[in-house]
């Protein structure tokens, strides 16, 4: 036996749970690393914006010096202004003095004469001094950030006359601790989210594949024992996996089923075999110790063997007519048979064969019917019936054959007025093998077959076969099969 592998992770569960989750985690991280940067570039605007106000604001406080620069005059005018008149345009932060408001947002300014000397900064910075005759503004990178450098002309307000320049080096240390914090909870929340997306995965295809998996446990079971009782749990939700789980569990009935006729078949076989072997085999141990020398024993002997061998070549036979029965609907698909012709000609058989009995028809059909069914087959069936009618009448000998058509149906009706059965037995006597009492039945030559094959032929040609029956007062039995509309046969065209 394969040995099972469980939770195999090449199963379709595993498969789905896994792109899902993926797919999840993909989903999540592309918008959020979309967002990130939106936000990033959008600060970075910010700060650019920021700079250049910044340039322009200083440009034009220190424009109002309108001398020639001096150290003392630098250094007094960012003294003497703060915040709020500085950043022009700017959110103001209140009256806060400029230069420790440039210190926290890690902006440095530098002043230069004319002629390019350092006059004053807020900081020590390592930047060149380009002496540029246009305001300037471009990136750069310090210590492997990014930060703006801006620059310009210092003009007089009085008549635009040169002071000196003025650079800006501007850190970006708000736009970096923002970006710098955004980012770590993007990683935070991005392995977070691929546990979520794990298990949100997993969870919806083990889910949605719960029934795949009762499927092959299912399977497991029946595998191990072919006569298990366990079925796929059809869940209360409709769905093609309900579908499919209720086709299943009707195709494991019908294989139970199965089983167990075959395995009641072969042991009601052997069962039956058995008494006509040992009878044979007791006659042959009789005729070999001394029943040879007797020519009464040795007569009586052979005639005995003779019956019983005969009942094993009928019933033998019998079972190759049932199992054959079982089959029609394959190989009989386009057989038809005149039905009023086979009743008739069946009826005056009968008559013929027991003269001693009274047989009655009641035709009630004024054309042919045709049926899809092979004739010998509709023969048989008919005279399974007419044969036990005759074979379980007891004082009347009197047997009524009727045929007659409903609907699209056409039904014939065979009625003894025998022995007839009780209510339990007529449930029976369609099941193989059944005889209502053993002894007179095999003292009659029956098998308890003939019936079963009846009925699995007529549900083979889609028709069907009733009882009704009186204890001590008789039975009637009806079959009734499609009549077959609109044909017209050979000869008639
Ligand atoms: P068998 O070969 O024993 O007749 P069947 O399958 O034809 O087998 O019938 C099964 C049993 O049904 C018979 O053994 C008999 O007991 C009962 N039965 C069948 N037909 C009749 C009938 N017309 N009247 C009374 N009992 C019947």
Do not use: C
């Amino acid at each position: 036996m394969p040995t099972k592998k469980r939770g195999n992770p090449k199963s379709i569960r595993w498969k789905w749970g896994f792109l899902l989750s993926i797919a999840f985690f993909l989903l999540y991280f592309l918008s959020a690393l979309l967002m990130l940067n939106v936000y990033k570039s959008y600060q970075y605007d910010q700060q650019k914006n920021e700079a250049e106000n910044l340039l322009y604001s200083v440009q034009s406080a220190l424009s109002e010096i309108d001398t020639k620069l001096s150290v003392n005059s630098v250094e007094s005018m960012f003294e003497k202004i703060s915040v709020s008149t500085v950043t022009k345009g700017l959110q103001s932060v209140g009256n806060y003095p400029f230069l420790e408001d440039l210190k926290s947002r890690g902006a440095n300014i530098r002043v230069f004469d004319t002629d390019g000397q350092l006059l004053y900064e807020t900081q020590k910075s390592y930047t060149t001094f380009i002496k540029n005759p246009d305001t300037y503004l471009r990136e750069t990178k310090l210590n492997d950030l990014e930060a703006f450098v801006a620059g310009g002309p210092i003009l007089s307000q009085e008549d635009s006359f040169l002071l000196g320049y003025v650079q800006i080096v501007f850190r970006l240390n708000d736009y970096h601790k923002v970006v710098s914090q955004m980012t770590q909870y993007f990683w935070l929340v991005t392995a977070l989210v691929l546990v979520l997306s794990a298990a949100a995965g997993y969870g919806i295809a083990f889910y949605f594949f719960r029934p795949i998996k009762q499927m092959v446990d299912t399977m497991d079971a029946i595998e191990e024992d072919t006569l298990s009782e366990t079925r796929i749990k059809i869940s209360k939700s409709k769905d093609e996996f309900t579908d499919l789980s209720v086709h299943i569990n009707g195709l494991l009935d019908k294989m139970a089923l199965y089983v167990t006729q075959q395995k009641q078949f072969v042991e009601d076989v052997s069962h039956e075999l058995r008494t006509p072997t040992a009878i044979v085999e007791g006659h042959l141990k009789l005729l070999n110790r001394w029943g040879k020398e007797d020519p009464q024993i040795l007569d009586e002997s052979l005639a005995a063997s003779l019956t019983e061998i005969q009942r094993m070549k009928t019933l033998v036979q019998e079972m190759l007519d049932l199992s054959r029965a079982e089959q029609v609907e394959m190989h009989y698909k386009n057989e038809v048979t005149p039905i009023r012709n086979v009743v008739l000609h069946t009826f005056h058989n009968f008559k013929m064969l027991y003269p001693d009995f009274v047989f009655n028809l009641d035709d009630d059909l004024s054309r042919e019917i045709y049926v899809n069914i092979y004739r010998n087959h509709f023969e048989q069936i008919l005279v399974i019936l007419m044969d036990n009618a005759v074979k379980y009448s007891t004082d009347r000998h009197e047997i009524h054959l009727s045929i007659s058509e409903s609907m699209s149906y056409v039904q014939i009706a065979i009625q003894d007025f025998g022995e007839g059965m009780s209510q339990e037995d007529q449930q029976k006597i369609f099941s193989r093998f059944y005889r209502v009492d053993k002894a007179r039945s095999r003292n009659k030559g029956g098998n308890g077959l003939g019936l079963s094959i009846a009925k699995e032929l007529l549900e083979g040609y889609k028709g069907d076969i009733t009882v009704e029956s009186v204890l001590g007062h008789g039975s009637v039995f009806r079959i009734q099969l499609p009549i077959l509309k609109n044909y017209v046969p050979d000869e008639e065209l």
